[in-house]
């Protein structure tokens, strides 16, 4: 969840709309930088049951989730 759920919140936040774990995966791919991709990829496959592409630290996925929800704060609190 830590690495596919903020990204599903951020993109309702963002958006108004509820997406799929696999869709914020690649939500998540195409919105914030590419240092992410590893976590994303990793959380990706298990969420597919897939062979892992490579084990990312347990901290990598905390600092993108709190990546995420700041970047959600900003965006909330944006007047525009």
Do not use: C, M
Not at 3 to 16: K, M, S, W
Not at 55 to 71: D, K, M, W, Y
């Amino acid at each position: 969840w830590g690495a596919l759920g903020p990204p599903r919140l951020h993109h309702t936040i963002a958006t108004g709309e509820v997406i799929s774990k696999e869709a914020a995966g690649e939500y998540a791919k195409d919105t914030f930088g590419a240092e992410w991709h590893p976590v994303l990829d990793e959380a990706l496959a298990y969420w597919r049951e897939e062979p892992s592409p490579g084990r990312q630290p347990l901290e990598a996925t905390g600092r993108f989730a709190l990546h995420v929800i700041n970047s959600a704060r900003r965006a909330s609190s944006d007047p525009t």
